[in-house]
């Protein structure tokens, strides 16, 4: 009875599309794909898993992407219906991505499965930290419907992730066809259990279908002189999934032991959340949030084993240094600078700074005497640190 029950859940699990709906071809020693032109900016390959197999992986170049997004898609697409989607991502979280098909979807060889799934996900790690140098402190795993099942499995296993994504994920195989309350041994995708063992910050996403939004922030812990930033999982389910029931989202976010605001999407359904205006919102409020936490980690490090600025150039640094040092001073670096990070330590009372940029984002945050301000690209800066008068 188990052997047949498993099955049915992963003949549920896997719909891969026929015929596929793109090819992968070599063109002047390198690997094309049907649809993509040169000038997406975009890498073709074709990775060996541990069984043998070789699945299609796509890497989405963002020139100023600090994170990079792991995306596992759905259990009923392929690669090939799944561009435009990595191009808005791409374009509105400023982020690279690094999505692919399972053993049996696309162009990918083999045939699908739950422990394949997983030999999948390993290659593509495997090749975002061997090809590109990618930590995964940079990596934010993407999980949609029965991608939840190798994200999850990866997640559990790497404990230092920049965060995950839940999107209409599933409890486990045998939940989304029968409402147990054991996990039983031949189920698959056994996501309840392995949520528990995720260190980083999780959103969920889901369709809300009992139609009452939940939401709940941990934004930052202060212990003494430090801010600490809890990393956090989103997870997004449907309001009216009526393949995964919404229960299966809540009780995700629930279990996540760093929970993030999760986005319960009033109206929407299991394969169109994407289509919502607050899905992309919500996502880019979340990748800038594990952006403020990852500058917080360096401003902690960086107070408790020296006592110099963030270095980004070291003439702008020197400069910088001569202002907050003085009493009444400032400092205007003249040319255009291109700067991430810029740390000021001072014993001023004041720091006031003026940035004139291009159409980048930029955020400050001031941390007792040490002043940080987070910059992404080219700024023209001026910056005066005031002591005020005894009284």
Known sequence: MGNVTSNIAAKFAFFPPEPPSYDVFIDEDRYCFTGITADKNVDIHLLDTKVGNKIVATF??????????????????????????????????????????????GASTGKPSELNTYYDIEAVYNCLKDTYGIKQEDIILYGQSVGSGPTLHLAARLQRLRGV???????????????????????????????????????VIH??????????????????????????????????????????????????KEKYDPLWVEGGGHCNLETYPEYIRHLRKFVSAMEKFSIQKTIIKQRS?????????????????????????SVQLSDWSLVENLLIWTDADRVELVLRRDTRDFSWLQLDRCWMIHVTGYVFIKLECIKDDAD
């Not at 020296?306 to 001073?329: I, T, W, Y």
Request: charged share 20%; hydrophobic share 40%.
């Open 60 to 105: 989405w170049k963002h020139p100023f992407g600090k994170f990079t997004l792991l995306y596992s898609h759905g259990n009923a697409a392929d690669l090939g219906q799944m561009q435009e989607l990595f191009i808005e991502l791409r374009a509105h979280l400023r982020l690279n991505i690094m999505s692919y098909d399972y053993s049996g979807y």
């Open 305 to 329: 084993s020296s006592d110099h600025l963030f270095p980004f150039q070291n003439s702008v640094n020197a400069s910088l240094r001569r202002a907050a040092r003085g009493g009444v001073e």
């Open 165 to 203: 994504v839940l999107h209409s994920a599933i409890l486990s195989g045998i939940r989304v066809l029968y409402n147990v309350k054991m996990t039983l041994w031949f189920d698959i995708f056994k996501n309840i259990d392995k949520i528990q063992k995720v260190s980083c910050p999780v959103l």
């Open 207 to 256: 369709a809300n279908s009992q139609n009452k939004p939940l939401a709940m922030t941990f934004d930052y812990l202060f212990i003494g002189e430090c801010a600490m930033c809890f990393h956090k999982e989103i997870i997004s389910v449907g309001t009216s999934d009526d393949i995964v029931d919404f229960s299966h989202g809540k009780r995700l976010w629930e279990l996540a």
